[in-house]
């Protein structure tokens, strides 16, 4: 948390707004969300985590602590926590399905079997993450053939086109309504070193 607050701190000083987000998204998001595929992780566990990303991200923006949530995540670039440990579990449930000799494969075949719904086991949770992006269930990405560019290729394509879509409907009105009290906030607040209002005015008028 102290090098946090230290780079926090060094990077709305002395660096532009797109260098700190660059940072943010090599530095800090891959320590983060660390192992977390592996876990079964409810949207309790992740709440936690994605507060700590949204504030952090608000502060790197120059932007009000009332600043909707989506705004953040327009004007960043970055979604919300939960994509990238569902990415970083796919990922994973990826390499099992490449290694049939492998005890997880095993594991796997097995649990997918005779587990019921109600079971706490990994491979049941990614029943629910597979349903969330509309790709195969797990059972069927197990007996899949699939390289590693090409399953890497195809989660990241399910997972950007549900960040892009789904994750946000129902708040085109609350954007555009942020859009403009960010823009008011950054004539008062926003130092040359962060991105430029003409940016965010871009932004609102795509969302009109």
């Not at 670039?77 to 440990?85: D, H, R, S």
């Not at 290694?99 to 086991?121: A, W």
């Not at 269930?137 to 390289?147: A, F």
């Not at 994750?167 to 070193?193: C, D, F, M, P, V």
Request: net charge positive.
């Amino acid at each position: 948390m102290r090098s946090i607050s230290f780079f926090l701190n060094f990077s709305r000083l002395l660096l532009p707004q797109d260098t700190c987000i660059h940072l943010y998204k090599i530095y800090i998001l891959p320590v983060l969300t660390y192992g977390l595929g592996i876990f079964s992780m409810k949207e309790d566990d992740i709440k936690p985590i994605n507060q700590f990303q949204k504030n952090l991200l608000k502060q790197l923006l120059s932007l009000a602590d009332n600043v909707a949530h989506p705004t953040v995540h327009l004007l960043s670039g970055i979604p919300p926590v939960e994509y990238e440990i569902h990415r970083q579990a796919l990922g994973f449930l990826g390499s099992v399905a490449r290694k049939e000799s492998s005890v997880e494969y095993s594991v796997g075949k097995r649990q997918l079997i005779m587990k019921t719904s109600k079971s706490p086991s990994w491979f049941n949770h990614m029943k629910d993450v597979c349903i969330k992006y509309d790709l195969p269930s797990p059972r069927e990405i197990l007996d899949m053939k699939m390289t590693k560019n090409k399953w890497k290729f195809l989660v990241k394509s399910a997972v950007t086109n549900y960040s892009l879509t789904t994750g946000r409907k129902g708040q085109h009105l609350k954007l555009l309504n942020t859009l403009h009290y960010a823009i008011l906030t950054a004539i008062t607040s926003r130092s040359e070193n962060h991105t430029p209002l003409s940016h965010l005015r871009q932004l609102s008028r795509e969302m009109s």
